[in-house]
Nanobody, 117 residues
Framework: QVQVMESGGGLVQAGGSLRLSCVAS????????MGWYRQAPGKQRELVAT???????NYGDSVKGRFTISGDNAEKTVYLQMNSLKSDDTAVYYC???????????WGEGTLVTVSS
């Protein structure tokens, strides 16, 4: 069974840092890309950051310069280092994994990040 599991969420004060982790298991073959998306109550789910098989990264405008994505597609792991956190970063953060073959998409169940003022 495929499982995408996030960890590392919690309560953080504004200006602080937090590191999220994600491990995808049970996926046969190689991973094309992995990434992070977030959704606040009443808001659309939005891109946070992705990392491709070649190491290229892409960031949402609101997190550029503050967040850093890293990982190892061969190990099917990805991390999100979040710095200079602010209240607007409060959301459920979801991990996404894309299998190389056919581009099958898998989602984690999310981890809650709450940033207090």
């Amino acid at each position: 069974q495929v499982q995408v599991m996030e960890s590392g969420g919690g309560l953080v004060q504004a200006g602080g840092s937090l590191r999220l982790s994600c491990v995808a298991s049970g996926i046969s073959g190689m991973i094309r890309s992995m990434g992070w998306y977030r959704q606040a109550p009443g808001k659309q789910r939005e891109l946070v950051a992705t990392i491709g098989s070649g190491g290229s990264t892409n960031y949402g405008d609101s997190v550029k310069g503050r967040f850093t994505i890293s990982g190892d597609n061969a190990e099917k792991t990805v991390y999100l280092q979040m710095n200079s956190l602010k209240s607007d970063d409060t959301a459920v953060y979801y991990c996404k994994a894309v299998r190389a073959n056919f581009g099958t998409v898998y989602w984690g169940e999310g981890t809650l990040v709450t940033v207090s003022s």
